[in-house]
């Protein structure tokens, strides 16, 4: 059974950094790629980021580039997403996501974790 | 405001037939597959319809898609209250090197 478990999120003031990881099991973790996407209270779906299997290839939305990192460790089955220079706006629950065959398409889903930038 | 444009919302009764637009351009829907998810409350998103009109395994045939140009379609046929969710298409952006999502439907079953 593939399941999808991320940790890290919490309370972080503006301009601060925070690391979430994805742990994952139920699949051959390397041979697929994986994003994290992001939905703020009350929002809509919004991709953040994705990164190939083999770690070789990543790409970032435009409203985090330059500021947020993805990684992942095949030897741990999991993914990261590291968060420089918070704004209010990356509020949000933030979501891994498997992809179903590096189409873009997401057939498992985390159950989330939430993100709160305040002060 | 969203690179894939969807209805904010759309309702019908049971066992109706409803159906959710998504309108995009020839950089994502124009040239790639599209995919739906369903968002019940409170929970993560769940892969619907991939590559246009294909169902995962467990999602009932109830559920269809379809694309035409630059546009893509849910179907959902024999409405019933548990699809009462939100909705959303999807599908990589040749021009801007990243997937979008529409704003998202709300379905309302009355």
């Known amino acids: 059974e593939v399941q999808l478990l991320e940790s890290g999120g919490g309370l972080v003031q503006p301009g601060g950094s925070l690391r979430l990881s994805c742990a994952a099991s139920?699949?051959?973790?390397?041979?697929?790629?994986m994003s994290w996407v992001r939905q703020a209270p009350g929002k809509g779906l919004e991709w953040v980021s994705g990164?190939?299997?083999?770690?070789?290839?990543?790409y970032y939305a435009d409203s985090v580039k330059g500021r947020f990192t993805i990684s992942r460790d095949n030897s741990k089955n999991t993914l990261y997403l590291q968060m420089h220079s918070l704004r209010a706006e990356d509020t949000a629950i933030y979501y891994c996501a498997k992809d179903r065959a590096s189409s873009s398409c997401y057939d498992y889903w985390g159950q989330g974790t939430l993100v709160t930038v305040s002060s | 405001q969203s690179v894939l444009t969807q209805p904010p919302s759309a309702s019908g009764t049971p066992g109706q037939r409803v159906t959710i637009s998504c309108s995009g351009s020839?950089?994502?829907?124009?040239?790639?597959?599209v995919n739906w998810y369903q968002q019940l409350p409170g929970t993560a998103p769940k892969l619907l319809i991939y590559?246009?009109?294909l169902r995962p395994s467990g999602v009932p045939d109830r559920f269809s898609g379809s694309k035409s140009g630059t546009s893509a379609s849910l179907a959902i046929s024999g409405l019933q209250s548990e699809d009462e969710a939100d909705y959303y298409c999807?599908?990589?952006?040749?021009?801007?090197?990243?997937?979008?999502f529409g704003g998202g439907t709300k379905l309302t079953v009355l």
């Open positions: 139920g699949f051959i973790f390397s041979s697929y790629a």
């Open positions: 590559s246009n009109n």
């Open positions: 020839s950089s994502n829907i124009g040239s790639e597959p």
């Open positions: 990164i190939r299997g083999s770690g070789d290839s990543t």
């Open positions: 999807s599908t990589w952006d040749g021009s801007l090197s990243a997937v979008v």
